[in-house]
């Protein structure tokens, strides 16, 4: 998903003009638990002389990170140490739709960003598949968000970004960006087709193999399979939207 993004995004970490910041503190949030963390990687290497924190409620696999990367294992839903305005540029993709309360986690991260510094939240929005796949599709997707609703995660947040950050009252110009992604391929843009194609891997691989932590909430191993058939078909209709928001922090200190 990381190497779809950043061709999309023709190598940078997001839409937003991440480089006009000159950043010199960085901070992703839910990199992401097992084999890399790679857009927090791509941001320390991108910003050589930039400290990247990147956290996550999963502890990190052993592995080699740039020097100027560090890992701190946190849940987003509990109390942070992380200090307010003290981020230059602060960045989440695709955690905030299933993590519970999100609205609030969300302002919470906006208070984040100095002053003069940027916010990028992206997010998925699940229910698109609800309305776009196929039958198979359109169950185990509303078995989805009927899951993470029940736990508190708002599945509408993604379109609900721009509004959340401008109501924080210190982002004065918020900018949204909405990217359709077919699962079929059928784009006229390559870049947009490769991000449909990756995201249905991703989509039908995560539920392969956490699908059994779910059978409990009705998630079935029918369900799964039914929908991996008809993802894989040659009449694949289905779309997952996902929302870009970006936005500066006004420069002044005295706002909330």
């Known amino acids: 998903m ?6 999309y995004f023709g190598g940078e970490l997001g839409p937003s003009p991440i480089t006009e910041v000159h ?3 960085i901070l992703d949030l839910g990199c992401g638990s097992g084999a890399c963390p790679r857009r927090a990687i791509q941001a320390a290497i991108q910003f050589p002389d930039a400290e990247v924190i990147a956290v996550d409620i999963s502890p990190l696999a052993h592995q080699q990170i740039p020097g ?5 294992q946190l849940d987003l839903t509990k109390a942070w140490d992380l ?10 993709r695709l955690v905030m739709t299933h993590v519970p309360n999100g609205e609030n986690v969300a ?26 796949g196929g039958p198979a599709t359109r169950l185990l997707a ?3 968000v009927e899951i993470w609703e029940s736990r508190s995660a708002d599945t509408d947040i993604s379109r609900k970004y721009a509004g959340i950050i401008t109501s924080m009252g210190y982002f004065p ?3 949204a960006h909405k990217i359709s992604m077919p699962f079929g391929g059928t784009s006229s843009d390559e870049a947009t087709n490769e991000l449909g194609l990756a995201m249905k891997k991703s ?13 409990a909430e009705g998630l079935t191993e029918a369900m799964i399979q039914e929908q991996r058939e008809e993802l894989c078909g040659k009449d694949c209709k289905a779309t997952m939207d996902m929302y870009s928001c970006w936005a500066r922090r006004s420069q002044d200190e005295n706002e909330p």
């Open 2 to 7: 990381h190497a779809a993004f950043t061709r």
């Open 23 to 25: 950043p010199r503190k």
């Open 68 to 72: 100027n990367m560090r890992f701190k």
């Open 83 to 92: 200090e307010k305005q003290s981020f230059d540029v602060v960045h989440s």
């Open 107 to 132: 302002k919470r991260s906006a208070q984040l960003v100095k002053p003069g510094g940027l916010l990028l939240m992206e997010d998925i929005d699940v229910n698109c598949l609800v309305q776009t």
């Open 142 to 144: 509303s078995k989805v």
């Open 173 to 175: 110009r918020v900018h």
């Open 203 to 215: 989509w039908t691989q995560i539920w392969e193999s956490l699908g059994s932590r779910f059978v």
